[in-house]
T-cell receptor
Framework: NAGVTQTPKFRILKIGQSMTLQCTQD?????MYWYRQDPGMGLKLIYY???????DKGEVPNGYNVSRSTTEDFPLRLELAAPSQTSVYFC?????????????FGSGTQLSVL | DAKTTQPTSMDCAEGRAANLPCNHS???????VYWYRQIHSQGPQYIIH???NNETNEMASLIITEDRKSSTLILPHATLRDTAVYYC????????????FGKGTTLSVSS
């Protein structure tokens, strides 16, 4: 199994541009998450989803949008990129059927907004 | 607000046990303690979790105090590949509640 796959691995955006960070998982997990990590800092939760068609805001949702039309895919949309969105973005998934949380993470997308 | 307190950094000699402390004095009865680690530039990796009993798996042991206000992650024989940031997280046993990461402890293992 591939696990959690994120694309692209690197991207440079100009201020005001938009883009979508792709995330897909092949583990049939219901729960998916987007985190960002600024240099030297811990991970901050942006959005998460507990199943297809259901999304919820995390700690830092401003400037981002998400959708969850299928179990496998959870794309993250940046509409008007700003320098403050320069970060490494991690997607994760979990099967929380037992109520305990074991997250599987992707390898990350490094985004620079200039 | 952070629900856990961890030292910013720790050092350990290769082959020795690494004991990483975590304070979670406001933990609630239904909250689990989770440990993840992040090796440089990679996504975090699950290590272990527990509620009140000590737990052990192939990666580490988790010791939780009787009052559950603190815990210790033990890597019994640290190797250079264990150099990473270690995150201690508390989370209620409620499906759909996301994990919130703090800044963690940077463990440096040296030969």
């Amino acid at each position: 199994n591939a696990g959690v796959t994120q694309t692209p691995k690197f991207r440079i955006l100009k201020i005001g541009q938009s883009m979508t960070l792709q995330c897909t998982q092949d583990m049939n997990h219901n729960y998916m998450y987007w985190y960002r990590q600024d240099p030297g800092m811990g991970l901050k939760l942006i959005y998460y989803s507990v199943g297809a068609g259901i999304t919820d805001k995390g700690e830092v949702p401003n400037g981002y949008n998400v959708s969850r039309s299928t179990t496998e895919d959870f794309p993250l949309r940046l509409e008007l990129a700003a320098p403050s969105q320069t970060s490494v973005y991690f997607c994760a998934s979990s099967d929380s059927g037992t109520g305990t949380e074991k997250l599987f993470f992707g390898s990350g997308t490094q985004l620079s907004v200039l | 607000d952070a629900k856990t307190t961890q030292p910013t950094s720790m050092d350990c000699a290769e082959g020795r046990a690494a004991n990483l402390p975590c304070n979670h004095s406001t933990i609630s009865g239904n909250e689990y303690v989770y440990w993840y680690r992040q090796i440089h530039s990679q996504g975090p990796q699950y290590i272990i979790h527990g509620l009140k009993n000590n737990e052990t798996n192939e990666m580490a042991s988790l010791i939780i105090t009787e009052d559950r206000k603190s815990s210790t992650l033990i890597l019994p024989h640290a190797t250079l590949r264990d150099t990473a940031v270690y995150y201690c997280i508390v989370r209620p046993n409620q499906a759909g509640t996301a994990l919130i990461f703090g800044k963690g402890t940077t463990l440096s293992v040296s030969s």
